[in-house]
């Protein structure tokens, strides 16, 4: 048996390197195999060929639609070969995505206690809290994206997470003279900011653990993403845990033998970048079981539980259009119609091709001489030449393109259009002068197509805002900071308070404010404050007032329903309205005049309160009723529709 030299470098380096294996209990050896079983069974799974991807795997069918998407044009094979694209397909992605953009796909959020009574409120209060979370996350681009993502690839993959980030807080002792020694700072660490976030996963990175279980995530046994980062970026983020040293930069497999041998037992799941780690995270909703391993080292204790509070997968799944009903992943706009918009640019390179020869058609020399192509040039006088010394190879080569041939590749594009969406619907002028039932057919025709479309985006909206909520009751109201109450003398806790612009009913848009707190004001003390506030800010204030321990603790039942319209103050709305305002003029005097007003204010954005002038109370005499004074007395406090829902919410929240 050969002597092996204890003192050579690379022997030091595998040593180190098996000194910093973890050294797992059996049940950690167990979990770990099993975990590895189970995710190399799903990569197989999704990443073999598929007929539902026309005999490709997954990352195949990904990697085309990509390419299709973004108009890649491959590199010439040949000088004479033409590499044109049309562009036809990132052309229609577009023009649905100009559509879709101009919807509100915002979900009206309902809450009913026990009894199925609904605390309207409360509600309302979700609604202003989530729409605030979407402003803070950038959620608007988000949703461009995420709908684009699903146009491309028929199945898009959000994940909805708890974004907690720290800053150093630096500030300096005294002033910066420009000298180098001497300066000196103080530094804290200090919470910059906490806020839920939505993130668009990429598909090749989500692995399904039943494929066969058609685009719903809840419904699958288990579910785990593959993430690379470069080691040290992945140390900013892991390497306070306890297995951070344990992980090891390279991964190489050595032979393993029983005797005098070497074994590693590292493991990846797919190949990847030196100096870059692997991070798997395994969630299993069922036995609410979530896992960490990063480049094969588990970094979590078996069986802990999911971090996120609430026992679902953090991660929706929508589908744009189906395969079949025993198929996980969806068909997208871009494999419909591939084939035939690659049947169109081949055409059209064709069609270049056939132009270019015509121009310079292919020509005998039998000269004896070696001429250049440029004698064809308009203009080139070539001397030494005899007549008829270049020959034609075929008379028809000028002709060009033919009128057959444009025909069909007419009848192409047409057919592309009747797949998805035709000239007129994407902004472009049509051909000739057509018919108003040609435009209503083709308006029909769009608002099929769209229709579909729009049903698959609001889908994974309304699946969204479930996980926003559950993430907003778990973590949004948790204390942010301690105060000090200064009527009091004692600390008291912070809570993050929104305020949104909502029309109030009767007086126009205004602000309503959401206020967590363990101290609920009584009903009197909440309307004075909204008058002196209304008062002071010079629009109509609302206040809604929540305890936080009552939200997180109460077993409440949620609604959710996503209504797709025109944004209030598209055109379409405003249009809409004009045709409004002249339909209810039939009814002539009995129309409420300020109801119109109010409306016309929140299509335009305006606050009618500034737009029109208050209407004129009508004089009454007095001595007809002697208690008119009193009863038209603004001091007298009169049921409202807010007082009852914030009487309603104490209620409730008692």
């Known amino acids: 048996m050969p002597q092996i030299d204890l003192e050579s470098p690379l022997v030091k380096d595998l040593q180190e390197e098996l000194t910093k294996r973890p050294k797992y209990s059996d049940l950690e050896e167990t979990y770990l195999k099993g975990l590895r079983k189970k995710m190399e069974s799903a990569r197989d799974a999704r990443d073999t060929n598929h007929d539902e991807f026309d005999g490709m795997d997954y990352v195949a069918q990904y990697e085309l639609n990509e390419r299709f998407a973004n108009t890649y044009i491959a590199p010439k094979r040949n000088k004479e070969d033409t590499n044109f694209q049309s562009g036809t397909i990132r052309q229609k992605l577009f023009a649905l995505l100009s559509a879709l953009v101009n919807l509100n796909l915002s979900g009206d959020i309902s809450a009913f206690d026990n009894e199925g009574l609904e605390v309207q409120a409360l509600g309302d209060a979700m609604e202003d809290v989530i729409l605030k979370t979407n402003e803070l996350d950038n959620d608007d681009e988000k949703k461009y994206l995420r709908q684009y993502e699903l146009l491309k690839h028929g199945t898009v993959f959000v994940e909805e997470l708890w974004d907690e980030k720290v800053k150093k807080d630096k500030k300096l002792k005294g002033k910066f003279d420009g000298k180098i020694k001497g300066v000196d700072w103080t530094t804290r660490i200090k919470k910059a900011f906490a806020r839920p976030t939505r993130n668009i996963l990429p598909g090749l990175n989500v692995y399904l653990g039943d494929i066969t279980k058609y685009g719903n995530t809840s419904e699958q046994p288990f579910i785990f993403t593959v993430d690379t980062k470069p080691y040290e970026e992945a140390k900013m983020i892991f390497g306070e845990w306890e297995r951070w040293d344990n992980v090891p930069k390279k991964l190489e497999r050595f032979d393993a033998s029983e005797k005098g041998g070497v074994y590693n037992s590292d493991w990846r799941l797919i190949q990847g970048k030196e100096n870059y780690v692997e991070i798997l995270r395994y969630q299993d909703k069922w036995n609410n079981e979530f896992a960490v391993v990063i480049n094969g080292v588990l970094m979590t204790p078996v069986g802990l539980p999911l971090p996120w509070g609430y026992e679902d997968y953090n991660i929706v799944q929508q589908n744009l259009e189906p395969i079949h009903v025993k198929f996980a992943y969806g068909k997208s706009l871009v494999s419909r119609i591939r084939n035939k918009v690659a049947l169109l640019d081949e055409m059209m390179r064709l069609a270049v091709l056939k132009t270019q020869k015509s121009f310079m058609p292919p020509y005998l020399n039998v000269s004896g001489r070696i001429l250049s192509n440029r004698v064809f040039m308009p203009g080139k006088i070539t001397h030494g030449v005899p007549a008829n010394t270049l020959i034609p190879v075929n008379e028809k080569d000028s002709n060009g393109v033919t009128n057959s041939e444009l025909a069909m590749i007419q009848e192409i594009q047409e057919s592309i259009n009747s797949e998805t969406t035709s000239p007129t619907f994407s902004g472009q002028q049509s051909k000739g002068d057509p018919t108003a039932t040609e435009i209503i057919e083709l308006q029909r025709q769009a608002k099929m197509v769209l229709g579909l479309t729009v049903f698959a985006m609001t889908m994974l909206e309304w699946k ?29 806790s912070k809570f993050r308070i929104v305020t949104t612009e909502r029309p109030v009913e009767g007086e ?3 602000r309503r404010m959401v206020i967590p707190t363990k101290e609920i004001p009584s009903t009197s003390a909440i309307r004075k404050s909204e008058d002196a506030l209304s008062e002071e800010q010079g629009v109509p204030i609302r206040l809604i007032f929540l305890n936080p321990d009552e939200i997180k603790s109460s077993k409440l039942i949620w609604q959710i329903v996503v209504k797709p319209k025109e944004r209030k103050t598209s055109e379409t709305e405003k249009l809409m309205f004009r045709a409004y305002m002249q339909d209810i003029q039939l009814f002539g005097p009995t129309v409420n005049l300020e109801n119109l007003q109010e409306e016309f ?13 208050p209407a004129q109370p009508k004089e009454m005499n007095p001595a007809m009723n002697p208690d008119l004074s009193k009863t038209l007395s603004p001091k007298v406090n009169l049921p409202t529709p807010e007082k009852n829902e914030n009487r309603r919410m104490a209620l409730t929240m008692a």
């Open 508 to 510: 126009g848009m205004g």
């Open 464 to 492: 969204l805002e479930w996980l926003r909520l559950q993430n907003v009751l778990k973590n949004w109201f948790n204390e942010e900071d301690k105060v000090v109450d200064g009527a009091r003398g004692v600390l008291k």
């Open 601 to 613: 204010a929140s299509v335009w954005g305006k606050n009618p309160k500034k737009a029109f002038n």
